[in-house]
Nanobody, 122 residues
Framework: QVQLVESGGGSVQTGGSLTLSCVVSGYTYSTNCVGWFRQAPGKEREGIAAIDTGGGHTYYAEIVKDRFTISQDNVKNTVSLRMNRLKTEDTAMYYC???????????????WGQGTQVTVTS
């Protein structure tokens, strides 16, 4: 099945930037969506961005819109998440996931990476 490996997490000060990468392998013809999610301790997992790798259409949660950018590199089979103007509220484990469907902000994501930690300090 689809395998996903995240990298790029770390510790950054408020207002700084990080770029997370998700290397995707084992794509099937029916898998077209890659999404980024995050989960902080004691909180629900939330979707923050997604991309339709077939058409390039992107989706963003309102809480990160205008600060985060999702993109794909088909040569490297990588989906990246550029995070700018980071806030302490962005501290969480970040996961990428793969799924299939018409709209990548509503599909069920069944394949998940191991996660990468992002810590934003004041």
């Amino acid at each position: 099945q689809v395998q996903l490996v995240e990298s790029g997490g770390g510790s950054v000060q408020t207002g700084g930037s990080l770029t997370l990468s998700c290397v995707v392998s084992g794509y099937t013809y029916s898998t077209n969506c890659v999404g980024w999610f995050r989960q902080a301790p004691g909180k629900e997992r939330e979707g923050i961005a997604a991309i339709d790798t077939g058409g390039g259409h992107t989706y963003y949660a309102e809480i990160v819109k205008d600060r985060f950018t999702i993109s794909q590199d088909n040569v490297k089979n990588t989906v990246s998440l550029r995070m700018n103007r980071l806030k302490t509220e962005d501290t969480a484990m970040y996961y990428c996931a793969a799924g299939s469907g018409r709209r990548c902000d509503t599909v069920e994501y069944k394949s998940w990476g191991q996660g990468t930690q992002v810590t934003v300090t004041s």
